[in-house]
């Protein structure tokens, strides 16, 4: 009895086993952990969505930044509406041909508008190099994607570039060689936003006008109106299809790319740029074949300042128009006469001195090696280059070797 009443206090004062007790404690303890996990998840969570929240404002506050000119260079706004070109000056012989020009270096740039170049150079331009061009303000958000996610992240460096034509000119006109990886990397946000500022004070015509104008297509051929002529003997107008993709096709990297000395290199390139035509719709299949198919062939014209008829009229022309006005002092004690001369050339010739009596509205003086004037000149063409072949003629077959018999034998 005493023991039946032991396991009745035993029941009844413990109601639980003591093992499902330490069940439920353990439970209750589970579900408090999994109650905390989401909590500290939630908060990490939290603090990514503030770090990139952060970068994005960081970001958009260092463009601005840039935009404004307050980091990095940003060129005045009169800059940009009116960007600094630097033009060759053309001579025109009376029956309308092109006789030469004056230019320093690498200058030999000539004016082309958008009208006078063919259609196919600005549907190859935009199918290569900026398929968007048409839709953007100056960046291309998923040109910049892809670039991040294929050639960074991928590492496929085949899958091409995000820079906009617009950021392509940027660079031309304003961005300055740079040297590094830190300084090219500021480099490219300058550039983004100088694109901005561009597409708002300039249509896209005019953006594409001016790119062409810029470009340097090697051998002194500075813009697309010295490139037709330089490789193919002709006017931007005049271009075919594979040509225009020819040229099109260097703007990726005209020393690779370089018809002159590497064909058949440029020639697959040419038929990159096809392809691409054909994928946008500017050209049928069947064109693309046919143009792939196709030989790379140059007219090529090595162009110089001192190319073309006439050379020593057009010196002579050069020195007239630079001329200053006659000072006493500059002149020799024998020069006396060439001082009396000069000075009524002076006062009686418009063309003497031209650039010191016709300054530019602002006051400055013109530059015939880089503000593309056009010189018309009395000379015709024709007549100069028969007068010119019958002296070469002359020369040749009788003074030169007379001279070289009378030269013979002699000392000096």
Do not use: C
């Amino acid at each position: 009895m005493p023991q039946q009443g032991y396991n009745h206090q035993t029941n009844g004062g413990q109601s639980k086993n003591p093992t499902r007790q330490n069940s439920s404690k353990q439970a209750s303890r589970s579900r408090g952990q999994k109650g905390k996990k989401p909590r500290r998840h939630r908060g990490i969570i939290a603090t990514l969505w503030i770090l990139f929240a952060s970068v994005i404002i960081g970001i958009f506050v260092f463009l601005f930044l840039i935009y404004n000119g307050v980091i990095g260079y940003m060129p005045p706004v009169e800059e940009l509406k009116n960007p600094t070109d630097r033009f060759a000056s053309v001579l025109y012989s009376s029956d309308g041909k092109e006789i030469g020009r004056y230019f320093v270096g690498t200058g030999n740039r000539v004016y082309a508008d958008f009208d006078e170049v063919s259609p196919h150079v600005i549907d190859a331009l935009i199918s290569t190099e900026d398929v968007r061009f048409e839709d953007h303000s100056g960046i291309d958000m998923r040109g910049l994607g892809r670039v991040l996610v294929k050639t960074v992240l991928m590492g496929n460096k085949n899958a091409g570039g995000g820079s906009t034509l617009t950021q392509q000119l940027a660079k031309q006109l304003y961005s300055p060689n740079s040297s590094g990886l830190l300084s090219r990397a500021m480099q490219k946000p300058i550039e983004w936003m100088i694109a901005v500022k561009l597409e708002r004070y300039y249509s896209k015509e005019e953006i594409i006008k001016m790119y062409l104008n810029q470009f340097d297509f090697l051998y002194n051929a500075v813009g697309i109106k010295s490139a037709a002529h330089v490789y193919f003997g002709k006017a931007p107008k005049d271009l075919k299809i594979e040509e225009a993709a020819t040229l099109v096709g260097m703007v990726k990297n005209p020393a690779y790319y370089n018809p002159v000395r590497q064909n058949e290199r440029t020639r697959q390139r040419r038929n990159v740029v096809l392809a691409q035509m054909e994928k946008n719709g500017k050209i049928t299949k069947a064109e693309l074949d046919s143009l792939s198919a196709l030989p790379l062939t140059l007219n090529f014209n090595r162009v110089d300042a001192k190319d073309g008829i006439a050379p020593y009229f057009r010196e002579e022309l050069r020195r007239m128009l630079r001329a200053q006005k006659p000072v006493r002092e500059n002149y020799r004690g024998w020069e006396a006469q060439k001082f009396i001369d000069d000075s009524i050339a002076w006062e009686t010739n418009p063309l003497y001195g031209w650039i010191e009596k016709n300054p530019k509205p602002d006051g400055s003086k013109y530059d015939i090696y880089s503000d593309g004037l056009k010189i018309y000149t009395t000379i015709d063409s024709r007549m100069q280059k028969y007068a010119e072949e019958a002296v070469a003629e002359h020369l040749g077959g009788y003074l030169q070797p007379a001279f070289f018999r009378e030269k013979r034998g002699t000392k000096g």
